[in-house]
């Protein structure tokens, strides 16, 4: 009986090892199976992503930084790299065109905009969603909706507003007219993160005695910083991006902003300055980028709807 029982314990310590081994396996292959699969759908589909929204302005930079003869003859030169670096589109961008000009236009047209569309939206928000008024629900579904009315239907009652208050071919026109487009969705934006600030906290200050204007200063506007500055950076995106309205109310050249300047003055009839024109689009898509760069965390934050109680 106990030979039995040694020839048994004998013969399961020799299977162990086998055990180990075969369970070793299984979780290498399981390793290998997690790798292939997270390369398959995670950093395959994230590298093609990068590669597409990246390629334009690489070809946007080589292309401001190529000298003529590189542009041109791809037989000779390779169409992805630079031989002979140039900052000749650039110096003739800055000094030989009214560039600089443009680019504080477009900053000025911008920031204004975008101001007075926050401010706007700032109130309208806090009082569709705030005061509870009857039927504030649907005024904040009609501001929305009227965010999705093209541009093409209010080209002609804004065209007719502007002559009559004589503000054609002035930025002016402009930083009042931006704000029709920009206002619905800002408001949209900011009612959805005023809901997320708890109610408990505007109800104690009025029980102290605030005003509704120094709860809004006091205590609802720190809390909604993030989505304060996601409205102002959508705004401010739409503002520098616009094309539309720049062109039709524009015509001085001196007065136009960058992304109407750079294809009606660089442009001669089928004569493109490609290299000047990269190199627009390239400086021109600087200060949206630093623009982003400086507030992500806050624009990541108010898309989740984070509030610090």
Same mark, same amino acid.
């Not at 004589?166 to 930083?175: N, R, V, Y």
């Not at 520098?240 to 300047?261: C, D, G, H, M, R």
């Not at 200060?287 to 989740?304: G, I, K, Q, R």
């Given at each position: 009986?106990?030979?039995?029982?040694?020839?048994?314990?004998?013969?399961?310590?020799?299977?162990?090892?086998?055990?180990?081994?075969?369970?070793?396996?299984?979780?290498?292959?399981?390793?290998?199976?997690?790798?292939?699969?997270?390369?398959?759908?995670?950093?395959?589909?994230?590298?093609?992503?990068?590669?597409?929204?990246?390629?334009?302005?690489?070809?946007?930079?080589?292309?401001?930084?190529?000298?003529?003869?590189?542009?041109?003859?791809?037989?000779?030169?390779?169409?992805?790299?630079?031989?002979?670096?140039?900052?000749?589109?650039?110096?003739?961008?800055?000094?030989?065109?009214?560039?600089?000009?443009?680019?504080?236009?477009?900053?000025?047209?911008?920031?204004?905009?975008?101001?007075?569309?926050?401010?706007?939206?700032?109130?309208?928000?806090?009082?569709?969603?705030?005061?509870?008024?009857? !039927? #504030?629900?649907?005024?904040? +579904?009609?501001?929305? =909706?009227? *965010?999705?009315?093209?541009?093409?239907?209010?080209?002609?009652? @804004?065209?007719?507003?502007?002559?009559?208050?004589?503000?054609?071919?002035?930025?002016?026109?402009?930083?009042?007219?931006?704000?029709?487009?920009?206002?619905?969705?800002?408001?949209?934006?900011?009612?959805?993160?005023?809901?997320?600030?708890?109610?408990?906290?505007?109800?104690?200050?009025?029980?102290?005695?605030?005003?509704?204007?120094?709860?809004?200063?006091?205590?609802?506007?720190?809390?909604?910083?993030?989505?304060?500055?996601?409205?102002?950076?959508?705004?401010?995106?739409?503002?520098?991006?616009?094309?539309?309205?720049?062109?039709?109310?524009?015509?001085?050249?001196?007065?136009?902003?960058?992304?109407?300047?750079?294809?009606?003055?660089?442009?001669?009839?089928?004569?493109?300055?490609?290299?000047?024109?990269?190199? !627009? #689009?390239?400086?021109?898509? +600087?200060?949206?980028? =630093?623009? *982003?760069?400086?507030?992500?965390?806050?624009?990541?934050?108010? @898309?989740?709807?984070?509030?610090?109680?």
């Amino acid at each position: 009986m106990t030979d039995a029982r040694l020839a048994t314990t004998h013969g399961e310590d020799e299977n162990l090892p086998a055990q180990q081994q075969g369970k070793a396996a299984a979780a290498e292959m399981m390793a290998w199976d997690s790798k292939s699969r997270r390369m398959v759908v995670l950093y395959l589909p994230l590298a093609c992503f990068v590669l597409i929204l990246l390629f334009p302005f690489y070809w946007m930079t080589i292309t401001a930084f190529k000298p003529n003869a590189e542009l041109y003859d791809y037989k000779t030169y390779n169409p992805f790299l630079i031989g002979s670096p140039t900052l000749d589109h650039i110096k003739h961008l800055l000094f030989g065109t009214a560039y600089p000009k443009w680019l504080m236009t477009t900053m000025t047209v911008s920031v204004c905009s975008t101001f007075l569309s926050l401010f706007s939206s700032t109130l309208a928000a806090y009082a569709i969603q705030r005061l509870r008024f009857t !039927g #504030s629900q649907y005024v904040g +579904l009609a501001i929305y =909706l009227a *965010y999705l009315v093209p541009p093409s239907i209010l080209f002609i009652p @804004l065209a007719t507003m502007v002559y009559w208050l004589g503000l054609f071919d002035s930025p002016m026109a402009l930083i009042l007219v931006y704000p029709t487009f920009l206002i619905p969705f800002c408001t949209w934006l900011l009612i959805g993160y005023f809901k997320s600030i708890p109610y408990e906290l505007e109800e104690c200050a009025l029980i102290d005695g605030a005003t509704r204007l120094q709860i809004l200063r006091e205590i609802t506007l720190p809390l909604a910083v993030p989505g304060l500055i996601s409205a102002g950076i959508f705004s401010f995106t739409l503002s520098w991006n616009e094309f539309i309205y720049a062109l039709a109310f524009i015509q001085s050249s001196e007065n136009k902003t960058v992304p109407v300047a750079i294809l009606t003055e660089l442009v001669t009839g089928d004569v493109y300055q490609w290299g000047a024109l990269m190199a !627009g #689009s390239l400086l021109g898509s +600087l200060p949206v980028a =630093l623009f *982003y760069s400086l507030f992500v965390d806050y624009y990541v934050s108010s @898309l989740t709807g984070a509030v610090k109680e």
